[in-house]
């Protein structure tokens, strides 16, 4: 990804994997775990949208958090797990892409701070993806501004929340697509009433599509 290197505090952490062995993949699903979770929680519910064809890669944040405060706080307070976060997953996509995976064959997936650094990720290093699904997820800052400049070239972008959840505000998410669609994104972003934190049968169904998309 970036070509300043982040030697922080989720380096040289485990990168898990499942799917389809890497040599043999035609398509990469990077999965990014949430707070107090694990790369191997991660798994299991990347086997519940997997096809045949396509690797699974899930980072490992240390001490299953990867950044201290919510996202909505000023970026400073959140460093050096934010950047550390994103050179963690810039690296997954570079095992995608090592192994002969282009980028635009690699979907992002990530659940609350999982989806938020997946967002984030993309944000900052735009170019066509095989697609983002942000599951209770948004762009990071206490404010979102112009610094998001590039073309997703249509990458498909997945945005599924609750309009209760207490950790991602509604207008966050709207406003990341906002983000995202002037980046020329194809986005969805669907808000389910009622639903809290975690993640429904539909937006397990849309980030199959995604999925599906790669290998079909």
Known sequence: MSADRVDGPHQNQPL??????????DAALVCTHGRGASARGMLRIADE??????????????????????????VERNEPGRSSGLQAIGDAIGTATDAGIPT??????????????ASECVARNPRRYGGLAALSGGLIGAQL????PGDLEGTPIFLGCSDDDPHIPEARVHDTAAVFEAMNADVTARLYEGM?????????????????????
Do not use: K
């Open 104 to 117: 635009d064959r690699v979907v992002l997936l990530g659940f609350s701070q999982g989806g938020c650094l």
């Open 16 to 25: 898990v994997t499942g799917g389809t062995d890497l040599a043999d993949a």
């Open 49 to 74: 949208v997997h096809r045949d064809g396509v690797a699974v890669l899930a980072p490992q944040a240390a001490r299953q958090t990867w950044y201290p405060d919510s996202f909505l706080a000023p």
């Open 145 to 148: 501004d112009d610094e998001y």
């Open 196 to 216: 809290g934190h975690g993640i429904n049968e539909d937006e397990l169904a849309a980030v199959a599509d995604l999925v599906a998309a790669l290998v079909d």
